[in-house]
Nanobody, 125 residues
């Protein structure tokens, strides 16, 4: 059973920070890329950031560079998304996604084989 379980979402004020977690299970983590996507109401799902399981490569969308940091903890088998200086436009459902043998710069949703159910992040102005 393949699973990606996200957690850490919530309601915060603009300028606050939030840390999301993604725990994958049920599939091999060898050469895996884990990414965060987000989808706001009425908007298409968009790429946020991605990381190789080894942590050797990371990539970010321009909209979050300098504010968000993606990282991993191999011992805990968890990928994190540290979100700082949150803005109302960051409000969205955040999804964890994964696949193997792809680049961290891959931004097309169809290229990711595994998806979590999402966690809501709401940033008030």
């Amino acid at each position: 059973q393949v699973q990606l379980v996200e957690s850490g979402g919530g309601l915060v004020q603009a300028g606050d920070s939030l840390k999301l977690s993604c725990v994958p299970s049920g599939f091999s983590l060898s050469n895996v890329v884990v990414a965060w996507f987000r989808q706001a109401p009425g908007k298409e799902r968009e790429y946020v950031a991605a990381i190789t399981w080894s942590g050797s490569s990371r990539a970010y969308a321009d909209s979050v560079k300098g504010r968000f940091t993606i990282s991993g903890d191999n011992a805990k088998k968890t990928v994190y998304l540290q979100m700082n200086s949150l803005k109302p436009e960051d409000t969205a459902v955040y999804y964890c996604a994964a696949n193997r043998a792809i680049a961290v710069s891959t931004r097309t949703t169809s290229m990711y084989a595994y998806w979590g159910r999402g966690t809501q992040v709401t940033v008030s102005s």
